[in-house]
Structure formats: C-alpha cells, structure tokens
C-alpha cells in the first residue's frame, strides 16, 4: 500500500516527515502566516468575491505557505469526471484547467474522489497513474497532499498540494489544509446560494410572466412557445412542450424554444433515450442521458446527435388529473442539474392550468352556443304555435264576425256597427300578434334567408334604408338569426332614439366571415352598456365566435359592425 | 275556391265570401287537393295561402301557371302583411295579394278587375 487515505499511517512517507517539523519558533511564525492567510481568504469569501477569484487566492496561498510548486483545485463533476479549474506555482503553468478528466488511475484527485477523505502520495513520480495524475508527474511533483472541499455535505472537489523537493511534505499539511478547504466551501455554498437565491428570483419572474399570459387567456399555443422561452433562458438549455399521442404512442411538439430548428407540430414514436416516454410510462418525472441513445438510430437519437444533446429531462404536465403532454429540457453541454424536474413542476402547472382554461373557454362556448340554439328552437315553436293556432283562430273569428255582419238586416244598423267594430278589433289583434310573433323569432330567415329578411325589414321601416347585400347565399341559421336580430335592433334604435333621417345597411362575406353594418345619420352616442338592446344580442353574436362593434360618438351618428365567422369555430386549439 | 291548410279559416271564409255573393265552388288543404280541384271544378280564381303547412303557396302558383296556366287567377293570401313578402308576390304568377284579417268579396274583384 503506497498510497494512504490520511496521512497517519504512510508507509513511504519517510517515517512521517517528523524530520521536517519546524522548531518552535519557526513553527509559531508559520502559525502567523498561516492566519494571515486564512483571513485574506476568509475576508474575500464575506466580501462576496466571485468563487473563481477565491480559487485562484487559495491555491496561491496554499502555494506560497506551504512551500509547494503546484497548488490545485478541482472540481467532480456528475459523470465520474474532475475538472481542474485553478492552479498556482511554477510548475502549474501548462496544467490542463477546464478540462473534465475521467477518475481512474492511482492519484490524489480519485483516491479523494473514492474515499472522501483526504489523501497523500509520496513518491508521486513513481506510483500514480490515470489521466488526473499527468500534468503534475510531467511536472516532477515527487510528495502530493489532497484534501477534500466538502460543500454542505457533499463532496464538491479536491485541493491538491503538490512538492517538486525530495523531502516529502510534513505530516501535518492535511490538517492545515483543511482550514483552507473550509473557507473554500464556504465560498461556494455562499456562492452556490446567491445563485440560487438569483436563480429564484428569475423563476419568479418568468413564472409572473407566464402566468400573466395565462390569466389574460392568451392561446395556449403562444403559452407553450413563451414557456419554452423562458425555460430555455432560465436553465441555460433547450426547451419544448410536447403533447401526447395516445394512438402511437408518440409526443407531438406543440410548442419549442426558438433556437431548437424543429417545427410545431412535429410528431416523434416514442424511443429509448426520450424522457419524455418515460414520462409516459409512469407519469412522473424522467431524464436519460446521451449514452441511452448514443447506439440509437432513428429521427430522435439523429436529432440528439445533430443538436449535440447529451441529456434530456422531462416533467409531466397533468391537465385536471389526466396525463396530457410534457415539458422536456435538452442540454447540449453539461448535464443537467439534478433537481430541475422539481424546478418544472411550477411551470408545467401553468401549462396545465392553461390548457384546461382553453379547453374550459371552448366548452363554455359550446355552452353557449347550445344555449342559444335551444332558445331558438323555443322561440321557433312558440312562432309557429302561435302562427298555426292563435292567429289563424283570430283571422277565422275575424271572417265570421265579418259573415255575421252581413246577415244583420239594413235595420239594425247598431248591431252591424257592434259587429265591424268586433271584426276590426279581431283584424288589429292579428297584426299585433304578428309584430310579436315576428319579435320572437323571425320565420322568414329560415323559408327565405338572411338577404330577402333584411329586405322585408328595410321596406317595413318607417326610415328610409339604403340596402346592399352582396351576397345571396345561405348560412347556418344561428347566423343568419344572430344578424338579422342586430339589424332589426339597430333599425329600432336608429328610429326611437337616433332620430335619423338616413339608415344603411350592408351585407357581405370577407373571407371567412359574414360582415353586416348598419350606419344612421341621426344623433348618436349610443352606449352598448346602457340597455340600448344590443347588450343582450353581443352575447348571441359571441357565441358564434363574432364580434360586435359599436362607434357612435355624439353628433356623428351611429355604425354598428358585425363580424360573424362562417365556420363556426367547434374548439379553439388547446393544442 | 280557397286553398289553406287550416280547415277552420277556409270554414269561415267560405261562409263569410258566400254570404257576400262569392260562389266558393271547393277548397283544398293541400297543393294535390288543390291541383284536382281546379281540373274538377274550373274555378274563376283561387286564393291560395303562402303558407300550407311544409308547402309553398308560391310553389302551387307557380304549377298552376305551367302550361298556359289553369284559367283561374291566382291571389296569394296570408295572415302576414303584403311587405313580409314583397317581390316573391311580384315574381310569383299571382295576380295579387290579400292579407287574410281583410278578405272580402270586394277585395277579390278589385284585384281581378286590376288584372283584367
């Protein structure tokens, strides 16, 4: 055993380096430089200095204290891997910094790695091995000391002190070590914390922003993009929201960060190295790594190689307790943070409470529409009872007052006028009961439509109307009804209240929509909100989807637009 | 001769067009009824109702008006007013238009003295 874990039993250590221990004197001088030391550092980790600047302190100040030619610091990463990030001393100058070197091999940095505790290699140049252990061999370190950095319980890298002297290092440089290790950690837990303290910050701030779109009902397919986004930003990677297939199964991208070249709507089979099939799977949160794909072929594993992704991580996104889709991280540098599942989970909410908003907004508009349309069902029944019942009763008894009328005798002049009297009263009653009927539900739209509607309603105005109808076709009849009644409306209006002398009306289809306006020349100011009737009918028109639009200033007259799409919009797309 | 789907209107115009000196010669409920009764019995006019049940008044006028027409002059009548119709009654072959509230026996010989 050449290499030992703390330095107390070193079987090549030349019998502990006892025969480099100081005398007194010299020993309570290097106690004082020592201090010295340590507070430089410890006053530069309280000043918030950046970890890389406390680094490069600390190895110096381990250099120059400790009389060695290498000091340095690296760093493990999650893959078995260290990358040494700062180094001090004349023989440090072309030590390989940034670089991930795998922890195999005989040397300090994986003997730390594998022990946690800290670790002595006396004969450096003749025992190490491994790939972490080239730069100071090739620098003719001879006695090396490692001691780990521990940051809040976990093991985060090694500090490395490394003698070019044929004496080996003193059998206490683990121990004083440790102090510098200490305020190392230190550094990077304060570090590590204002990160994260920023970092929430910024997820604050991006899930504010999102959840402001989401509140302001913003379609869901600008959600997925705008979470993408700020995703992406937000963790330094690649971001997308998929939907899942079930009839595949496969995801279908429904929404992506900017910088993936990928189109909306792309749809991938499900394969091995996707978190997000593991997501599927079992409905929780999953990451895979490039190994799980890299003997892959196909258009994932393809696309992995082609945007250089070496993990991918997955969060579920849960739509009023079914399993709808997934928000999916890439990385294409390191891998992703442990953790960033849970960091998900707050975004993948909005999403859901997103896409149940769309999907709620489109089953209350459905409501709506089925709330209308059942309205108009009843009123058409009530027309026509009225029509075949009611009225044809009081047309008959009308015809027979008038029958009687003409058997009384000349004589009876008295009876007969009682009985024109009946007959008239009976006539009038029919034409009010008309005008009601016509009130709750204008029969004509559905035997002659729309055009030929409008155009009874302009020749019965008391105001003359200028119509122009562009269009003879036939729509569903929840439009033609719903543009019938804002015209009969407008026309009411124009003439109680405007006082217009002038009325158009115009009726054509653009695109796919139905277009009517109604403009009058009479005084205007007319408020939608103030019971002007129109209210009531900006519900209908919105059910259908259309929209209504009153401009009305005082003086000017009145134009009321209605835009009424053809195509009556079934589900507004929650993907 | 009437045409109505309504059998208590055509109840009480007959009485009312007879007893005003209007031979009411049939009435029919339907365009068939109809289209037999004017072969069988060759009226002078006929007053048709725009609207028979799921029929067409127009659609009888138009029938009556095919092959040189019928003989017998067409009114179209209905509880609504003339305006609710406008260029149907003018397009349709119908001589004129009565609203139902106003049917007499003048009314009927005006329009056919106007069409002669």
């Known amino acids: 055993m050449n290499a030992v874990g703390d330095g107390t039993d070193c079987a090549d250590s030349h019998d502990g380096g006892v025969g480099r221990d100081p005398p007194d004197r010299a020993r309570l001088t290097r106690l004082a430089d020592e201090q010295a030391a340590l507070r430089r550092v410890a006053t530069l980790v309280t000043r918030a200095t950046p970890p890389e600047e406390v680094f490069a302190a600390v190895a110096e100040e381990v250099g120059q204290l400790f009389h060695v030619e290498l000091a340095t610091l690296c760093r493990y990463e999650p893959d078995r891997t260290a990358t040494p990030i700062t180094t001090w001393g004349p023989a440090g100058k072309d030590f390989p910094l940034g670089i991930r070197l795998p922890l195999e091999g005989r040397n300090l940095t994986t003997l730390v790695f594998e022990t946690g505790r800290p670790a002595r290699i006396d004969r450096y140049a003749e025992i190490s091995s491994g790939p972490l252990s080239g730069a100071p061999r090739e620098t003719g370190i001879r006695s090396a000391v490692g001691t780990p950095v521990v940051v809040e319980g976990r093991l985060w890298g090694v500090i490395f002190a490394g003698s070019t002297q044929e004496q080996p290092l003193p059998s206490d440089t683990e121990t004083r070590l440790a102090s510098f290790t200490e305020l190392v950690a230190t550094a990077i837990a304060n570090t590590e914390s204002r990160a994260s303290l920023a970092l929430l910050a910024e997820e604050q701030t991006a899930l504010r922003r999102v959840a402001t779109l989401v509140a302001r009902g913003v379609p869901p397919v600008e959600i997925f993009s705008a979470v993408s986004d700020e995703v992406t930003r937000l963790f330094g990677s690649q971001a997308g929201v998929v939907r899942f297939d079930h009839e595949g199964p496969a995801v279908v991208f429904v929404g992506i960060s900017k910088a993936i070249d990928l189109p909306v709507g792309t749809r991938w089979d499900f394969q091995p190295g996707m978190a997000s099939a593991e997501v599927y799977r079992t409905g929780r949160s999953a990451r895979a790594d490039a190994r799980d794909w890299s003997a892959e072929s196909g258009p994932v594993a393809g696309a992995a190689r082609r945007l250089g992704i070496v993990s991918n991580v997955a969060s579920p996104i849960v739509v009023e307790g079914h399993l709808w889709g997934a928000m999916i991280v890439v990385s294409t540098d390191e891998l992703l943070p442990l953790g960033l599942e849970g960091r998900l989970a707050k975004f993948t909410e909005l999403l859901a409470a997103a896409i149940a908003n769309a999907e709620s907004r489109s089953e209350l508009a459905a409501s709506r529409r089925r709330i209308v349309a059942a309205s108009d069902q009843a009123r058409r029944r009530i027309e026509r009872d009225l029509h075949d019942g009611t009225q044809q009763r009081l047309v008959s008894l009308c015809l027979a007052a008038r029958a009687a009328e003409a058997t009384v005798p000349a004589d009876q002049g008295d009876l007969r006028a009682e009985l024109s009297r009946i007959a008239a009263g009976l006539a009038d009653a029919v034409e009010e009961l008309q005008e009601f009927s016509r009130g709750i539900h204008p029969a004509m739209i559905s035997t002659r439509g729309l055009g030929p509607a409008l155009r009874t309603l302009a020749r019965r105005s008391p105001v003359p109307v200028d119509l122009d109808v562009t269009t003879g076709a036939r729509f569903l009849e929840p439009i033609e009804i719903a543009a019938y009644y804002v015209a009969s409306e407008a026309l009411a209006n124009a003439m109680k209240h405007a006082q217009a002398s002038r009325i158009e009306i115009s009726l054509t289809t653009r695109d796919d929509s139905l277009l009517l306006s109604i403009r009058d020349d009479g005084v205007g100011g007319a408020d939608a909100a103030r019971g002007s009737g129109l209210a009531g009918l900006t519900d209908r028109v919105e059910a259908l989807g259309g929209s209504i639009q009153l401009h009305s200033p005082a003086g000017a007259g009145t134009l009321i637009t209605v835009d009424l799409p053809l195509e009556c919009e079934s589900a507004q797309g929650a993907g | ?116």
């Open chain 2, 1 to 116: 001769m009437l045409v109505d789907d309504s059998e208590g209107f055509l109840e009480a115009a007959s009485l009312l067009l007879e007893r005003e000196g209007v031979t009411v010669v049939g009435v029919a409920l339907s365009i068939a009824e109809a289209l037999r009764g004017v072969r069988a019995l060759r009226p002078d006019a006929i007053l048709v109702d725009i609207g028979l049940g799921e029929e067409s008044g127009f659609d009888l006028a138009r029938l009556l008006a095919r092959d040189g027409g019928s003989g017998a002059a067409v009114i179209m009548i209905s509880t609504a007013a003339e305006a609710d119709y406008g260029e149907l009654i003018d397009e349709s072959p119908a001589v004129g238009f009565l609203a139902k509230s106003t049917l007499s026996a003048r009314g009927i010989s005006r329009i056919l003295d106007h069409s002669m």
